[in-house]
């Protein structure tokens, strides 16, 4: 029984079909599927592995080496908040904690209603806006305590639907031409890399 | 393309660069002479410098991830630290290992190791044998100017039933995650996480359940893996070691038999190259624990009375016993009436001692080693031998056998390893998938019974034959073009595809091979102990010790033993046959369990039913040993000394490291002793005396002494028959010393008072031109060769209705070692009929759902699997496995198979007691390529 939605299953067939080696496909899979659920659940793991030959063990591995895949439930809204040294300086531990206290959980925990995870997180390179947050990837810069409190009302009233998407959700418009790709030109591409490494390595060079 | 020194595999001499000329380089002032390629670490260890290092292993691909062994080499720019685990050498390479900026590399490295680790030593396994723990004695600051907290995990963690895993003492040298994915080729263990939250685990919910996972716990640098078994049981300061074979399966590898106060308490891999190179599987590793189990028999068991409970007798009336009934036998009924059945357990020197008590005192030729699941003697014996290293060197293997890694689980891993590195190329003649088919170059679905055919049409090298994918056919003829004409470029691995296949069918596909490819030579893939041994030894019908026939080897052996049986023995089938029918009166079981072994149990239980007199030698009271009428009690391997022969035809000294338990003796002495109140002494006295005697008369074994065995250079053993050319036995450039870090146990345990490890090697001695060594009148005589003759049964169609039967050996199976390891009991695997989901669709049947398989010997209720692996028109059942669910039972297709039938057809039915109508007619075979792919 495939956990895997029959769409993401195709999507993911797609994507591994694109490149010239299965495993290479690993981390586009782990978002897929984060797309599907909002995390990535241990049965998604473990269909991604078989979908590109590698063990669940290193899907795990991949998966809990980067912070934009979660292998824990997370809220509909993962909120980032940076405590690095700029916006540290403009009041990012005051914010931080302001958050924590709006939202009743530490940074790392999510509220019981499922709708936010809170994080500290390193610097996010918005730092002329600091202090700055993330709401899903999103950017919000200059936020003040007040400010913070007005996002999440936003937020949960759906004020924000056209600009966040929910956590997981991979592009906000789909892309449709680039994974539709001829499988006699991937083919062809194939064979071409393959003939440019060989010559690489005739030539001596690191391939 | 990589770059040729990522790829090298290690930094051993012998894998590098072969036919490039030596390089020289000056390491701390002092030239040395290195291979071209090699990597700097090793070469300095040949030359007596020790770099420190904690993730360089000398069997894996170096990763540089530990820092420990920076070096300063030279280079334009002037001297910069590099890691010498991953520095290949160069001509006019500088090195210096001792300099000051060396040691404050050290020092920062150690520092920073030991920021996180507990430094537990007093409660760690490793104690007493840590790479970590010596080597900050040996460098590093000696003190640390870190106060923090240090990480905290839960500790131990079971990552399986064997290994416990403590993150905290981790400092991530990848050694294991390295082993599981690159020479076990299963990474079930992986890094996980980021930065200071990098631990070593496996996946949520899963298991380490790799059959290599103790090789982990070996290569483990420090304490973060300990196995189960040997946990908090010793100190490495209280063990001594002998250097010994593991007999577990046939591929004999080296290992390090650890003991303290005669209780076994640890299994090493010891790194010899031409076998496992340092690697074992877990049976193997922690099959020990059988030694020392409370099961053993201590002392003679007989039945007094006829029907009665098996009492403790002494050893003088239970041989006694023995002799008296076997001679009366004899008298009466003459020799044939008896027969012996196993052997595989034995040493050399015991299968010899037992082969001239049946043939020649006994009478019997009606001896056999292999119970019912090896090949015709004549056939393992008589084909061109190849060894595991010209198997892994050849450009093509052709395989026909189970599945290597349930059966000769580290034969897998080095063909698995010749398989990656890319020289081999791999057709598998295989009945269903097995752990190989990922690495094979083609791997061809035949069915039961069809063997000889595809090999045949494979050699004519036309189209393949209905039911095989035709893509696989192509690229087997293709791969098979690298063997050249006459197939000098190609090993055949032989063994036994499935059990309900008969031996003699493979025998038809191995005489088919031999003649389409003269020049190909063949590796015997029997698992049984030693059971080559046995077979060289004479314990097979129609064979003499040396390989020879009876026919051709009678007037010889004659001469030193007195007369022999006039006619060719029955084989294990034919003695349960036999014994059904009355003509054989009793039977001995040499460690052998005819009713948990032998593929057919509803003959082996009626045998042991009818047989008038049954006598068991065995170490455990194993369900057959249970209905004998005298149990021997007998010492097993690593109790006694003596020598084994691996599937190569590799002779190699077992050692003796403990005395057996309560009375039990060695197999040769209890034959001696039955001679000899049978009325003829064997003139043998010992093991020693033995092998003498082994040495003299077995015409493959000449020339392969008691000293040339114990030359240093014969640690790795000696492969008979010799070569009539003088051979060296050294391999170039082999490490005189151990090295400390990649077999931390055993180097530790031998500082510590074992007897020093052998050095380099010497040449043997060689054959002498056979006439000039006979001793009297008669002539030595030759030894088997090819073609044999082979009469493979009839084998027919199969119906639209049935299935037919693959029944494979696991490696975690019901037998006797696992019941009795505490440790490995829990591993047995559970009994399924696997088939292809077109087939289950076609009946009509579920998977997950049970049904009853029925064959013409008997019946068993199993879940069914779908598995795409597993050809149309095939049914997989492992063979001694407990049935799962509420059928229960065990002995898996045990049931099902009968010994007269060449192939057996099975028939899936409900458990309403219907056969299921296929609701489509033919099977039609040729799987899909995507069902190929197992998706």
Request: proline share 7%.
């Amino acid at each position: 029984m495939s956990h895997l939605s029959a769409e993401t299953l195709g999507r993911a067939r797609d994507l591994v079909a694109l490149y010239p080696h299965r495993r290479s496909a690993l981390i586009p899979l782990c978002h897929l599927a984060q797309e599907q659920d909002g995390w990535l659940r241990p049965e998604a793991m473990e269909e991604i592995a078989g979908l590109v030959g590698v063990t669940p063990a290193e899907v795990l591995g991949t998966a809990s080496f980067y912070d934009m895949l979660h292998t824990e439930p997370v809220g509909t809204y993962v909120v980032a908040v940076c405590t690095n040294i700029a916006c540290m300086l403009r009041g990012a531990y005051e914010l931080l904690e302001h958050a924590e206290d709006h939202l009743g959980v530490r940074a790392g925990q999510t509220t019981a209603d499922g709708v936010f995870t809170l994080e500290d997180a390193e610097c996010l390179a918005d730092c002329g806006r600091a202090p700055c947050l993330q709401v899903n990837h999103r950017f919000f810069g200059d936020v003040t305590p007040e400010g913070f409190e007005t996002l999440v009302a936003d937020l949960r009233r759906g004020a924000l639907d056209g600009e966040v998407p929910h956590h997981g959700t991979l592009l906000r418009v789909r892309r449709t031409g680039g994974l539709q790709v001829e499988p006699s030109r991937v083919e062809a591409e194939r064979a071409a890399s393959a003939g440019a490494a060989a010559g690489r390595a005739n030539q001596g060079g690191k391939g | 393309m990589a770059d040729p020194v990522v790829t090298s595999h290690h930094g051993l001499a012998s894998r590098v660069a072969p036919d490039a000329a030596p390089v020289t380089i000056t390491i701390d002032g002092v030239p040395v002479e290195a291979a071209a390629g090699e990597f700097l670490i090793a070469a300095a260890e040949r030359a007596g410098t020790f770099i420190p290092r904690f993730c360089y292993h000398p069997r894996m691909k170096p990763v540089g991830m530990c820092r420990m062994c920076l070096v300063e080499v030279s280079t334009p720019r002037g001297a910069t630290l590099q890691p010498a685990c991953y520095m290949a050498v160069a001509e006019g390479m500088e090195v210096v290992t001792t300099s000051e900026k060396v040691r404050k590399a050290q020092d920062g490295v150690l520092e920073l190791l030991l920021v996180n680790h507990p430094l537990d030593c007093p409660v760690c396994d490793k104690g007493g044998e840590c790479p970590l723990q010596d080597q900050v004695l040996a460098y590093g600051p000696g003190e640390s100017r870190f106060l923090e907290e240090k990480r905290h995990w839960a500790k131990p963690i079971p990552i399986s039933e064997l290994v416990l895993l403590d993150r905290e003492r981790c400092i991530q040298c990848g050694r294991c995650v390295r082993f599981a994915a690159e020479i076990a080729g299963e990474a079930q263990i992986d890094f996980l996480g980021r930065g200071d939250q990098t631990e070593v685990n496996i996946f949520e919910g899963a298991s380490f359940s790799s059959v290599f996972s103790g090789n982990t716990v070996q290569i483990c640098p420090v304490g973060a893996l300990t196995a189960t078994p040997y946990r908090f049981s010793a100190r490495p300061w209280d063990l001594d070691q002998v250097e010994s074979t593991c007999t577990t399966c046939a591929l004999g590898c080296r290992v390090a038999v650890q003991s303290s106060a005669n209780r076994a308490t640890r299994m090493l891999g010891v790194d010899s190259d031409p076998v496992n190179q340092s690697w074992l599987c877990d049976k193997g590793r922690f099959g020990y624990e059988s030694l020392n189990s409370g099961d053993r028999l201590v002392a003679p068991l007989r039945r007094r009375t006829p029907g009665g409970e098996l009492e403790p007798v002494s050893w003088s009336e239970a041989l006694s016993a023995v002799a008296d009934r076997l001679g009366a036998i004899r008298g009466a009924s003459g020799g044939s009436a008896l027969a012996v059945l196993g052997g595989a357990r034995l040493s050399n020197e015991d299968a010899y001692a037992w082969a001239r008590l049946a043939k020649a005192v006994l009478g019997t030729d009606s001896v056999d080693a292999q119970l019912g699941d090896g090949l015709p003697a004549e056939v393992v014996l008589g084909l061109p031998r190849a060894t595991v290293d010209e198997a892994c060197a050849a450009p093509v293997v052709l395989l026909l056998s189970g599945d290597l890694r349930e059966e000769l689980p580290v034969l897998f891993l080095r063909l698995r390893g010749a398989l990656e590195e890319g020289g081999t190329r791999l057709v598998e003649l295989s009945s269903r998938a097995t752990s190989l088919t990922p690495l094979a170059a083609a791997s061809l679905a035949y069915r039961p019974g069809e063997a000889a055919a595809t090999v045949a049409a494979l050699a004519a090298g036309k189209g393949g034959p209905e039911g095989i994918d035709p893509a696989a056919w192509t690229a087997a003829l293709s791969a098979l073009e690298g063997a050249g004409p006459d197939g000098a470029g190609m090993v055949v691995v032989l063994g036994r595809p499935s059990l309900s296949e008969d031996g003699a069918l493979v025998a038809e596909a191995a005489a088919a091979m031999a003649s389409a490819w003269p020049g190909a030579r063949f590796l015997p893939a029997l698992r049984r102990g030693n059971v080559m041994g046995a077979l060289d030894m004479g314990l097979a019908p129609g064979i003499l010790p040396g390989r020879v026939s009876l026919a051709e080897g009678r007037a010889w052996f004659e001469e030193a033993w007195g007369p022999l049986p006039a006619d060719r023995g029955r084989d294990c089938a034919g003695i349960l046959r036999g014994a059904v029918e009355g003509s054989v009166e009793a039977i001995v079981l040499l460690g052998a369990d005819p009713l948990g072994d032998f593929p057919d149990r509803a003959l082996a239980d009626e045998a042991l039913e009818k047989v008038g007199f049954v006598v068991a030698v065995d170490a455990f009271l194993s369900p057959s040993a249970a209905r004998a009428d005298v149990v021997l009690p007998a010492a097993v391997h690593h109790e006694r000394a003596g020598t084994t022969t691996n599937i190569e035809g590799r002779i190699s000294r077992t050692a003796q490291k403990l005395v057996g338990p309560g009375q039990a003796w060695p197999d040769w002495m209890i034959a001696s002793e039955l001679a000899a109140r049978l009325g003829t002494e064997l003139p043998a006295g010992s093991v020693a005396e033995l092998w003498d005697e082994i040495e003299r008369l077995a015409p493959s074994h000449a020339g392969i002494t008691r000293a040339a065995l114990e030359a240093p250079g014969a640690r790795d053993g000696i492969v008979a028959p010799l070569p009539a050319s003088p051979v060296s036995l050294s391999r170039r450039g082999g490490p005189a010393r151990i090295d400390p870090v990649a077999t931390p146990g055993i180097e530790s345990v031998e500082r510590q008072g074992a007897p020093p490890r052998a050095g380099l090697a010497e040449r043997s001695g060689v054959a002498d031109d056979p006439a000039a060594t006979t001793a009297g009148s008669v002539g030595r005589p030759r030894p088997l060769g090819w073609p044999q003759s082979v009469d493979p049964p009839h084998v027919g169609p199969l119906d639209n209705y049935s299935l037919r039967l693959v029944s494979g050996r696991h490696l975690y199976d019901e037998g006797v070692l696992l019941e009795v390891c505490p440790s490995l009991g829990a591993l047995a695997d559970r009994a399924t009929a696997r088939a292809n989901p077109y087939d289950l669709d076609r009946l009509g049947l579920t998977t997950g759902g049970h049904v009853k398989v029925r064959s013409a010997r008997g019946s068993l209720v199993l879940e069914t699997v779908a598995d795409a692996g597993v050809p149309r028109g095939v049914v997989t059942i492992g063979f001694n496995l407990g049935v799962a669910g509420e059928a229960g039972g065990t002995g898996g297709a045990a049931a099902l198979i009968g010994a007269g039938e060449a192939v057996v057809d099975v028939r899936l039915e409900s458990l309403s007691g219907r056969t299921t109508v296929p609701r489509t007619p033919a099977p039609k075979p040729t799987p899909t390529p995507a069902e190929e792919e197992g998706a």
